[in-house]
């Protein structure tokens, strides 16, 4: 074509970035890698090839790690980790800002070298996952330098094991890394055995930064090889895929007193309101389901539009999609490029095949080079009982629908097993903020789409998994209070068999739905003072019981929408009525466990209720620092229904430690009672009832936390599982909050101080809520 | 469009002028529910317009000839108080000739030429008689330009001695007040006036989107000055503060792809001040490209109001033919 020619057609032709220095920076490496091992590579060994999905090269030849591979760089972290936590942050955050900087430097051969490897764009390497990842060591250098000042309770976890995807390989792999070495961890870092290559150019950065031996191990190969990580002496794995996976890495870890963090699918809802900017809407979407092939974890998959405007809408998406260029990854005017490996082409297309007539499929007139490519494709007129309006596809196919109204476009976007980002477009402030918080997502960006900032805390609700990465609180997930308890002694109800009749008759009978409930099964146990004289009967719940106080919590929504200055009047007025009855309940109790200390632990108990009062309305969100015109809202959102194993050895202090803090934050709660000594609660409903605690809200119930906790882990309308039971359920509770991926915190048989320090804080707060990141850009 | 295959864009064989080709936007009622609905988002706009270079990327050959585009698309344009019949001259002379002869020629594109020459009222006939027989539009800006603040019988007036002069094109000013003022009738009234003043001439309306200030001040004013008839929507005068910027091009450009989906009537897009380096010229290229179309991407639908664009293209377009970098003083001054 002549000069003149494209003077005609305007034609965009060719932008290709070169693609020599990557693969000459792969034929230094001898095309053939090993490990990276305790700060050196090994010699390369029997493996699989990693492809260039766009052509189908062959790019290296990798090493799937065997066990004893896997068992070396697990003892190269193990052995370097207390040195590297004794350097201090201060001495760390120069390792980390060496890391952030060589990144920089070699910028362009890490975003050539990802683009290579996953088929990406080379725009979206070069302009985002690069100075993303760049970001993350920046950030984290920083909050190396703070830990001592801002965490002074906090300490690493030791060594952890890192499972990364091959969406973002080099972005996910800054995600883990990163914090992780700030806070004073080693790693063991597996990548995707499709993506490994950036992964492997790094290990290369950390020679040239000097970093210390051991302290990052990176190990290739398949899933087998993650499953080894997940089983090795490590303290702490997190994982990023898909939620498949991250449910049997769950399983595995139930029990083992491993830390876990886990970031998986979604289906994310993108909300278009009729009073939006529908241009800007429009090309959002091609940001939110077209960036990096729709191959993201958050990406905006699932169109909502306000019915009045659908049609126009979907009109104007069309003519937006008959635009995107698709082709070459390393050609500088391309949209979409290469998917990963044709196993994920064809399970893209299997998906959209399998659709059944349902809705109409539009993809653009455009010719597929050759490669891996699957192309932009809409499926609209999806009615929400259609597969593929709920199952995560994973590529370039955004699914429509319509709605009429705020309330609607709420109930259809929650209506999904996932909750890890949101997108709501509307030019009204007040439509857009108020669904923003009633979106169960860990995300939601309003009038945007896929913001990221290693600022701002990322990270989903629901099946979408838990724990967050990136602000502060992503420092959770890789630090541990520094006092951690002793073994918990096991404490026995006491025995007997004499009937010492009561004055009158009194029946302890379960809490739900602020009403008194006989069990359903219809069984009670005696309950013994020291020396076996009986004191009462407690009921024995059931998994039914166990229904039906979940269903009163679930009903008890109120709560959550209150205000927190409501909140705390609420837990003022239980603890005045509980001072009132101090005498009662302190006798009680010093029955029931046969000690003195009754009057003391009503006192601290009162006290507890008067903290979180104190704490309803003092637990604040924060706006954080990201590279935008407008504010991320980090806000503390309630988990929802908490179910709680209490404390056996302090029968009231322990209940209200835990429920306390978690009615502080809007939650409603499920109590089993301490086992042993299950009368305190069930005196306890009677203040409840007296001092205007809404049904439902707090619900009791009493019998064998072992025969408990699988119906309360494993039930699906529950958020997150608490234990601090000396009962040994930590692993059932674990195990059976895979199925919803349900938050759990358990003592995994360790001792808590209830009536000192450990016995209240932060630590419950954290805990009690989710943090939502709401991002608001603005602009006249 | 099947007969545009022909139209090369240059002064040789295209008209610049839209009413040769196409109907001409006759305009319509003013529709107020439509003008309502007008929206824009900053952020999501600016996240568009500053993500899009990164996008879009032209090389070698395509480039100098999306520069020799651009070239094709310039009114080129003096408008200052010291204007003389010479400097006119001198103007023109550069809007015939816009690069050297032998790069056009390395090029293949001889005959390339600006889009028109645009001036003040009284410059119009020194204008005239020196681009005479290349067909190449002299456009007069109008209407108490810049400020539109004299006599609303006088701005009428201008616009028909400019006319009576000869000038094909006109270049109008809106009233800023109408606008901030949320005076839509008014507007739509002003620019109707002023288009029939117009007649035959082709009627640019600057809103000079730098006292807008919103973007959706500019959303909703392009849509009244296409319904009252403009031919083409200018974002400034380029005495303004700000003046043409990629996000009130996204602004101004949805706008007109929407006014062509309600009406199928093609509106021009004229970004005006501040647009001086040629990897500027191709980023509004491509948004056009982009947001609008291919057919836009031609003097009758699009121009570039700009004065020293062209040196930096010429530069550009010098180093494409002979792989070294260029001076300013190796070519022609305008």
């Given at each position: 074509m002549t000069v003149k020619d494209i003077f005609e057609s305007m034609d965009y032709g060719p932008?290709?970035?070169?693609?020599?220095?990557?693969?000459?920076?792969?034929?230094?490496?001898?095309?053939?890698?090993?490990?990276?091992?305790?700060?050196?590579?090994?010699?390369?060994?029997?493996?699989?090839?990693?492809?260039?999905?766009?052509?189908?090269?062959?790019?290296?030849?990798?090493?799937?790690?065997?066990?004893?591979?896997?068992?070396?760089?697990?003892?190269?972290?193990?052995?370097?980790?207390?040195?590297?936590?004794?350097?201090?942050?201060?001495?760390?955050?120069?390792?980390?800002?060496?890391?952030?900087?060589?990144?920089?430097?070699?910028?362009?051969?890490?975003?050539?070298?990802?683009?290579?490897?996953?088929?990406?764009?080379?725009?979206?390497?070069?302009?985002?996952?690069?100075?993303?990842?760049?970001?993350?060591?920046?950030?984290?250098?920083?909050?190396?330098?703070?830990?001592?000042?801002?965490?002074?309770?906090?300490?690493?976890?030791?060594?952890?094991?890192?499972?990364?995807?091959?969406?973002?390989?080099?972005?996910?792999?800054?995600?883990?890394?990163?914090?992780?070495?700030?806070?004073?961890?080693?790693?063991?870092?597996?990548?995707?055995?499709?993506?490994?290559?950036?992964?492997?150019?790094?290990?290369?950065?950390?020679?040239?930064?000097?970093?210390?031996?051991?302290?990052?191990?990176?190990?290739?190969?398949?899933?087998?090889?993650?499953?080894?990580?997940?089983?090795?002496?490590?303290?702490?794995?997190?994982?990023?895929?898909?939620?498949?996976?991250?449910?049997?890495?769950?399983?595995?870890?139930?029990?083992?007193?491993?830390?876990?963090?886990?970031?998986?699918?979604?289906?994310?809802?993108?909300?278009?309101?009729?009073?939006?900017?529908i241009d800007s809407a429009v090309e959002g979407l091609v940001d939110a389901i077209w960036f990096n092939q729709g191959q993201v974890c958050c990406a905006g998959s699932r169109l909502l539009v306000q019915e009045g405007i659908s049609e126009r809408f979907h009109a104007k998406?069309?003519?937006?999609?008959?635009?995107?260029?698709?082709?070459?990854?390393?050609?500088?005017?391309?949209?979409?490029?290469?998917?990963?490996?044709?196993?994920?082409?064809?399970?893209?297309?299997?998906?959209?095949?399998?659709?059944?007539?349902?809705?109409?499929?539009?993809?653009?007139?455009?010719?597929?080079?050759?490669?891996?490519?699957?192309?932009?494709?809409?499926?609209?007129?999806?009615?929400?009982?259609?597969?593929?309006?709920?199952?995560?596809?994973?590529?370039?196919?955004?699914?429509?629908?319509?709605?009429?109204?705020?309330?609607?476009?709420?109930?259809?976007?929650?209506?999904?097993?996932?909750?890890?980002?949101?997108?709501?477009?509307?030019?009204?402030?007040?439509?857009?903020?108020?669904?923003?918080?009633?979106?169960?997502?860990?995300?939601?960006?309003?009038?945007?789409?896929?913001?990221?900032?290693?600022?701002?805390?990322?990270?989903?609700?629901?099946?979408?998994?838990?724990?967050?990465?990136?602000?502060?609180?992503?420092?959770?997930?890789?630090?541990?209070?520094?006092?951690?308890?002793?073994?918990?002694?096991?404490?026995?109800?006491?025995?007997?068999?004499?009937?010492?009749?009561?004055?009158?008759?009194?029946?302890?009978?379960?809490?739900?739905?602020?009403?008194?409930?006989?069990?359903?099964?219809?069984?009670?146990?005696d309950v013994y003072d020291k020396s076996g004289k009986l004191i009462g009967q407690a009921p024995i719940s059931s998994r039914k019981d166990v229904r039906n106080a979940v269903e009163a919590a679930r009903a008890a929504s109120g709560w959550t929408g209150a205000t927190a200055h409501n909140r705390a009047q609420v837990l003022y007025f239980l603890a005045e009525n509980l001072a009132t009855r101090k005498d009662e309940f302190a006798a009680q109790i010093n029955r029931m466990t046969g000690g003195k200390s009754g009057a003391a632990e009503v006192d601290a108990s009162v006290d507890r209720l008067f903290t979180y009062a104190a704490w309803a309305d003092k637990f604040d969100g924060q706006v954080r620092q990201v590279p935008m015109r407008g504010v991320a809202l980090a806000m503390r959102e309630a988990c929802g229904v908490i179910g709680v194993f209490c404390p056996d050895d302090l029968p009231l202090l322990g209940l209200v430690s835990a429920m306390a803090p978690a009615i502080a934050m809007g939650n409603r709660v499920v109590l089993v009672a301490s086992e042993p000594f299950p009368l305190a609660a069930t005196d306890f409903y009677q203040v409840l009832e007296t001092s205007d605690v809404p049904g439902g809200v707090v619900n009791i119930l009493t019998g064998s936390h072992e025969e408990l906790a699988p119906s309360l882990a494993t039930h699906m309308d529950v958020e997150a599982v608490w234990s601090f039971s000396g009962a040994d359920i930590s692993a059932a509770v674990e195990k059976g909050g895979a199925g919803n991926l349900k938050r759990t915190w358990v003592n995994n048989g360790f001792a808590r101080d209830w009536m000192g320090a450990a016995g209240a804080g932060r630590e419950f707060l954290e805990a009690a809520t989710e943090v939502k990141t709401v991002w608001v850009p603005y602009g006249a | 469009?099947?007969?545009?295959?022909?139209?090369?864009?240059?002064?040789?064989?295209?008209?610049?002028?839209?009413?040769?080709?196409?109907?001409?936007?006759?305009?319509?009622?003013?529709?107020?529910?439509?003008?309502?609905?007008?929206?824009?988002?900053?952020?999501?706009?600016?996240?568009?317009?500053?993500?899009?270079?990164?996008?879009?990327?032209?090389?070698?050959?395509?480039?100098?000839?999306?520069?020799?585009?651009?070239?094709?698309?310039?009114?080129?344009?003096?408008?200052?108080?010291?204007?003389?019949?010479?400097?006119?001259?001198?103007?023109?002379?550069?809007?015939?000739?816009?690069?050297?002869?032998?790069?056009?020629?390395?090029?293949?594109?001889?005959?390339?030429?600006?889009?028109?020459?645009?001036?003040?009222?009284?410059?119009?006939?020194?204008a005239l008689k020196a681009l005479e027989g290349t067909g190449i539009p002299v456009a007069a800006v109008s209407t108490g330009f810049p400020a539109g603040l004299s006599p609303f019988h006088l701005r009428i007036a201008e616009i028909e001695e400019s006319v009576k002069a000869g000038a094909e094109e006109i270049d109008i000013v809106i009233s800023r007040r109408l606008v901030l003022n949320g005076d839509w009738q008014g507007l739509y009234d002003e620019m109707r006036a002023f288009r029939a003043a117009c007649g035959d001439a082709h009627v640019k309306a600057i809103l000079a989107t730098g006292e807008l200030e919103t973007l959706q001040n500019v959303a909703r004013a392009s849509q009244v000055c296409m319904m009252a008839g403009a031919d083409f929507i200018k974002t400034s005068t380029g005495k303004e503060p700000v003046n043409a910027t990629l996000p009130v091009s996204l602004v101004m450009m949805r706008a007109i792809r929407e006014y062509y989906e309600e009406t199928g009537y093609r509106v021009g897009y004229k970004p005006a001040g501040g647009i001086s380096k040629a990897k500027d010229s191709i980023n509004y290229l491509a948004l056009v490209k982009e947001e609008l179309g291919d057919r836009w991407l031609r003097p009758d639908l699009f121009r570039f109001g700009a004065s020293s664009l062209l040196g930096d293209i010429e530069r550009q377009l010098e180093h494409h033919v002979t792989g070294a970098y260029s001076a300013s003083w190796r070519h022609a001054a305008g």
């Amino acid at each position: 074509m002549t000069v003149k020619d494209i003077f005609e057609s305007m034609d965009y032709g060719p932008a290709p970035e070169s693609a020599g220095d990557a693969l000459a920076w792969i034929v230094d490496q001898g095309s053939k890698f090993g490990h990276f091992i305790d700060g050196s590579f090994t010699a390369p060994g029997e493996g699989f090839e990693s492809r260039n999905p766009a052509t189908g090269e062959v790019l290296a030849t990798l090493t799937q790690a065997s066990q004893s591979d896997v068992d070396t760089a697990v003892e190269a972290a193990r052995k370097a980790q207390p040195a590297w936590a004794k350097l201090g942050g201060a001495g760390r955050a120069r390792y980390l800002y060496a890391l952030a900087r060589l990144l920089q430097k070699h910028s362009r051969l890490f975003a050539v070298l990802e683009s290579l490897d996953n088929g990406k764009p080379i725009r979206e390497a070069r302009d985002i996952d690069i100075p993303q990842a760049q970001r993350h060591f920046y950030y984290h250098a920083g909050m190396a330098q703070l830990m001592e000042s801002e965490l002074p309770d906090a300490q690493a976890l030791g060594v952890c094991g890192q499972i990364i995807p091959w969406n973002f390989p080099l972005l996910m792999l800054s995600w883990k890394i990163a914090p992780a070495l700030a806070m004073g961890n080693t790693v063991v870092l597996k990548p995707a055995e499709w993506t490994s290559l950036t992964a492997l150019c790094f290990a290369d950065i950390c020679r040239q930064a000097g970093l210390p031996k051991g302290v990052v191990n990176i190990v290739t190969g398949d899933g087998d090889v993650g499953e080894m990580i997940v089983k090795a002496e490590v303290d702490k794995v997190a994982f990023t895929g898909s939620t498949a996976v991250g449910r049997r890495i769950r399983e595995a870890t139930a029990g083992t007193g491993k830390a876990l963090t886990l970031e998986l699918g979604g289906k994310s809802p993108y909300i278009v309101f009729e009073d939006a900017d529908i241009d800007s809407a429009v090309e959002g979407l091609v940001d939110a389901i077209w960036f990096n092939q729709g191959q993201v974890c958050c990406a905006g998959s699932r169109l909502l539009v306000q019915e009045g405007i659908s049609e126009r809408f979907h009109a104007k998406l069309r003519a937006r999609m008959d635009k995107l260029r698709i082709g070459d990854p390393l050609d500088k005017c391309i949209d979409v490029g290469a998917i990963v490996d044709p196993v994920q082409r064809d399970r893209i297309a299997a998906l959209v095949d399998a659709h059944g007539g349902e809705g109409e499929v539009y993809q653009p007139a455009c010719d597929l080079p050759d490669g891996c490519y699957y192309p932009p494709t809409l499926v609209s007129n999806l009615s929400q009982a259609s597969a593929l309006m709920q199952d995560e596809i994973f590529g370039p196919v955004l699914v429509s629908s319509t709605f009429r109204t705020p309330s609607e476009a709420i109930m259809l976007a929650n209506n999904t097993r996932y909750g890890l980002a949101a997108s709501v477009w509307s030019e009204n402030i007040n439509v857009a903020l108020d669904i923003a918080p009633k979106l169960v997502a860990g995300i939601v960006w309003i009038n945007g789409t896929n913001m990221m900032d290693a600022a701002a805390g990322f990270g989903g609700v629901r099946e979408s998994g838990f724990g967050r990465e990136g602000g502060w609180e992503g420092l959770a997930a890789y630090t541990k209070p520094k006092n951690t308890g002793k073994a918990l002694k096991p404490v026995a109800a006491f025995e007997g068999d004499t009937a010492e009749p009561q004055p009158v008759d009194r029946t302890a009978k379960l809490y739900i739905g602020g009403k008194q409930a006989r069990p359903d099964g219809g069984y009670a146990r005696d309950v013994y003072d020291k020396s076996g004289k009986l004191i009462g009967q407690a009921p024995i719940s059931s998994r039914k019981d166990v229904r039906n106080a979940v269903e009163a919590a679930r009903a008890a929504s109120g709560w959550t929408g209150a205000t927190a200055h409501n909140r705390a009047q609420v837990l003022y007025f239980l603890a005045e009525n509980l001072a009132t009855r101090k005498d009662e309940f302190a006798a009680q109790i010093n029955r029931m466990t046969g000690g003195k200390s009754g009057a003391a632990e009503v006192d601290a108990s009162v006290d507890r209720l008067f903290t979180y009062a104190a704490w309803a309305d003092k637990f604040d969100g924060q706006v954080r620092q990201v590279p935008m015109r407008g504010v991320a809202l980090a806000m503390r959102e309630a988990c929802g229904v908490i179910g709680v194993f209490c404390p056996d050895d302090l029968p009231l202090l322990g209940l209200v430690s835990a429920m306390a803090p978690a009615i502080a934050m809007g939650n409603r709660v499920v109590l089993v009672a301490s086992e042993p000594f299950p009368l305190a609660a069930t005196d306890f409903y009677q203040v409840l009832e007296t001092s205007d605690v809404p049904g439902g809200v707090v619900n009791i119930l009493t019998g064998s936390h072992e025969e408990l906790a699988p119906s309360l882990a494993t039930h699906m309308d529950v958020e997150a599982v608490w234990s601090f039971s000396g009962a040994d359920i930590s692993a059932a509770v674990e195990k059976g909050g895979a199925g919803n991926l349900k938050r759990t915190w358990v003592n995994n048989g360790f001792a808590r101080d209830w009536m000192g320090a450990a016995g209240a804080g932060r630590e419950f707060l954290e805990a009690a809520t989710e943090v939502k990141t709401v991002w608001v850009p603005y602009g006249a | 469009m099947a007969q545009l295959g022909s139209q090369t864009g240059t002064t040789l064989d295209t008209p610049q002028l839209p009413q040769t080709i196409e109907p001409r936007n006759p305009g319509m009622d003013l529709d107020m529910d439509r003008v309502m609905h007008a929206r824009a988002n900053r952020s999501a706009i600016e996240r568009r317009a500053k993500t899009l270079p990164g996008r879009r990327s032209v090389k070698k050959d395509f480039q100098a000839a999306w520069l020799a585009r651009a070239i094709s698309c310039i009114d080129l344009t003096t408008l200052a108080g010291d204007d003389t019949a010479g400097r006119v001259l001198r103007l023109c002379a550069k809007a015939k000739q816009p690069v050297r002869a032998d790069l056009l020629e390395a090029l293949g594109m001889q005959g390339l030429t600006t889009g028109a020459v645009c001036v003040y009222h009284d410059m119009i006939p020194h204008a005239l008689k020196a681009l005479e027989g290349t067909g190449i539009p002299v456009a007069a800006v109008s209407t108490g330009f810049p400020a539109g603040l004299s006599p609303f019988h006088l701005r009428i007036a201008e616009i028909e001695e400019s006319v009576k002069a000869g000038a094909e094109e006109i270049d109008i000013v809106i009233s800023r007040r109408l606008v901030l003022n949320g005076d839509w009738q008014g507007l739509y009234d002003e620019m109707r006036a002023f288009r029939a003043a117009c007649g035959d001439a082709h009627v640019k309306a600057i809103l000079a989107t730098g006292e807008l200030e919103t973007l959706q001040n500019v959303a909703r004013a392009s849509q009244v000055c296409m319904m009252a008839g403009a031919d083409f929507i200018k974002t400034s005068t380029g005495k303004e503060p700000v003046n043409a910027t990629l996000p009130v091009s996204l602004v101004m450009m949805r706008a007109i792809r929407e006014y062509y989906e309600e009406t199928g009537y093609r509106v021009g897009y004229k970004p005006a001040g501040g647009i001086s380096k040629a990897k500027d010229s191709i980023n509004y290229l491509a948004l056009v490209k982009e947001e609008l179309g291919d057919r836009w991407l031609r003097p009758d639908l699009f121009r570039f109001g700009a004065s020293s664009l062209l040196g930096d293209i010429e530069r550009q377009l010098e180093h494409h033919v002979t792989g070294a970098y260029s001076a300013s003083w190796r070519h022609a001054a305008g």
